[in-house]
């Protein structure tokens, strides 16, 4: 995998306990925007809105920390890898810095347990320093994280070589090769990197292929499709496919020609090369997907071929005994109804300036949890995206389905929000999403409905729901681990995955109660208007 990390594969329920030890250099592969952050940039460092004041998201003394996020699990809080548990190589520690078994560790070392209590899946593992989680992803700090099953064995699906892990990234080279950085300058890098290599191919034999694709680029979303060449090898130009699994698992067979993949979504595919006459290439290639989703065409490089599969031999070892994908029986996604009474909570993509920090409900990070949630209820989050970008969110512990989406006058919200922050943020005065609808609800899209999912797209001038079906975090001893398990009250975040985003504040703590807990009924989160109890 080139410069990424090692890919660790697990049975799923049987967890695994790791020791992160951080011996990274104390300067930054990157120390010009380190710099330019603690210099106050206004490009880059956070700013939050009225009334909240500034605060730089590293100390002075610290050019390099990280921690790890296993993305998509599980996990105990104390383990979840959150920004505020950053630690450096020389032994700096974030607030919020925890490990499991205190007495086996060194002060720039951390241990984590995870459950691996997941359906069959691809999750991913990343850095999660606080203020630069961009950059340490950009200079390599990531890796896949597979959860099998034993019954994955019986479905017919394609094995061993010919299931391909392809994680899809841009990057920018120097004419040494040397890794550049230039998102601090423009949106998107210029060259396509597929596990770790830039413009790779692929042989392969003429049978199905399992495809597992991770978008692990900053902010890049691609539109994927499969393009034979010559032109003329195939009856269509592009060569179909099926979507058997996303982020959280598998989902029925779903035959496509094309997919939009965001910053952290991944995506499980069978494509069937049988029928590609010999000496074929077909690519892999990317279409109307400006970095910034649906952007502006012209902000950033655009990269539109990204890897080749050349079909060069047939079927080995007696022939392809996988099972044709509309032939196979995957575990379905039951998907998950509201009650007349359950929660909704509102986050509203909130930008003060253009071109300047984003907030969650115009409040920073670093601002303590408004958000209190009985542990085992089940919400409906509504994500009111009135900029002109789409963004990826993820919500750690939790897997859930995306419910529908409703277009808004965003511009007219924007205005009333504003208003509102500026006339002192009174809870009765909250623009109302429901008064500034333009039409009615707009099913998921299809390779989303009837998926659990861990990270989804909040479109532009759109509310986005999801519903979530329990927020249950995992209480129980892990792998024998004194203080393993998860205590209430439990504070987790949430944020957008365009990594820059997340850097500049699109992020914000919420936390799960006990049902003693009173603020499991008067949490800030409600008396600040982004709450509320009226049915969906």
């Given amino acids: ?42 490009e880059l460092t956070p700013t939050p809105p009225p009334p909240y004041k500034a605060t730089l998201p590293f100390p002075s003394n610290v050019n390099v920390w990280n921690t790890v996020h296993q993305h998509g699990g599980f996990t105990a809080p104390q383990s979840d890898g959150m920004p505020m ?13 925890s490990t499991l078994e205190p007495g086996r560790v060194k002060r720039n070392e951390a241990i984590y347990a995870y459950t691996n209590h997941d359906r069959s899946c691809m999750l991913w593992y990343h850095d999660h320093g606080m203020g630069m989680t961009s950059l340490n992803v950009y200079a390599g700090l990531a890796g896949l994280w597979l959860v099998r099953e034993p019954a ?73 499709r499969f393009e034979a060449w010559p032109r003329d090898a195939l009856p269509q130009v592009n060569l179909p496919f099926w979507l058997i699994g996303t982020d959280s698992g598998f989902r029925e067979p779903l035959q496509m020609l094309n997919f939009l993949i965001s910053p952290a979504e991944r995506y499980d595919l069978v494509i069937d090369f049988s029928q590609v006459p010999m000496g074929t290439k077909v690519r892999l290639t990317n279409y109307h997907a400006p970095v910034h989703y649906p952007g502006m065409p012209g902000e950033g490089p655009e990269i539109r071929e990204i890897m080749e599969f050349r079909v060069t031999k047939e079927a080995s070892g007696g022939g392809d005994r996988s099972r044709p994908p509309k032939e196979l029986r995957l575990p379905r996604v039951v998907p998950v109804k509201p009650k007349p009474h359950t929660r909704r909570r509102q986050w509203v993509v909130y930008q003060h300036k253009l071109f300047k920090t984003m907030t969650f409900n115009a409040v920073p990070f670093e601002a303590p949890s408004q958000d209190f949630i009985k542990e085992g209820a089940s919400e409906i989050w509504e994500y009111i995206n009135p900029n002109h970008d789409a963004h990826p969110m993820h919500v750690h512990l939790i897997n859930f389905q995306v419910l529908n989406r409703q277009p808004i006058d965003a511009a007219s919200y924007n205005a009333d929000y504003e208003k509102w922050i500026s006339r002192g943020r009174k809870p009765k005065d909250l623009p109302k ?45 892990i792998a024998s681990i004194p203080g393993s398990g998860t205590e209430l009250p439990a504070t987790y975040i949430h944020h957008c995955h365009l990594l ?19 603020n499991a009924e008067h949490g800030q989160g409600e008396a600040h208007g982004h709450g509320g109890s009226h049915g969906h």
């Fill in 500 to 518: 820059e985003h997340e850097d500049d504040d699109l992020m914000r703590p919420w936390t799960i109660v006990g049902h003693g807990d009173q």
């Fill in 85 to 97: 548990q950053s630690f450096s190589s020389d032994g700096i520690h974030a607030a919020a810095y």
């Fill in 433 to 477: 999403v429901e008064n500034y609808f333009t039409g009615p609800p707009i099913p998921p899209d299809p390779d989303e409905a009837l998926s659990n999912k861990d990270t989804f797209k909040s479109y532009p001038e759109t509310v986005t729901r999801i519903i979530i079906p329990e927020f249950t975090p995992p209480k129980a001893t």
């Fill in 152 to 224: 994955d064995d019986w479905l017919g699906l394609p094995r061993g070589e010919f299931e391909v892990p392809l994680i899809l990234q841009d990057r920018t080279f120097g004419p040494d090769g040397s890794l550049k950085y230039s998102m601090a300058l423009r949106e998107g890098e210029d060259t396509p990197v597929v596990n770790g290599k830039a413009f790779p191919y692929l042989d392969v034999e003429r049978r199905r292929y399992r495809l597992r694709l991770l978008n692990a680029s900053n902010e890049r979303f691609w539109r994927l």
């Fill in 1 to 42: 995998m080139g410069y990424l990390g090692p890919t660790v594969a697990v049975t799923t329920d049987r967890p695994t306990v790791v020791k992160y030890r951080n011996e990274l250099p104390t300067t930054h592969l990157f120390q010009t925007v380190i710099d330019a952050i603690r210099g106050g940039c206004d």
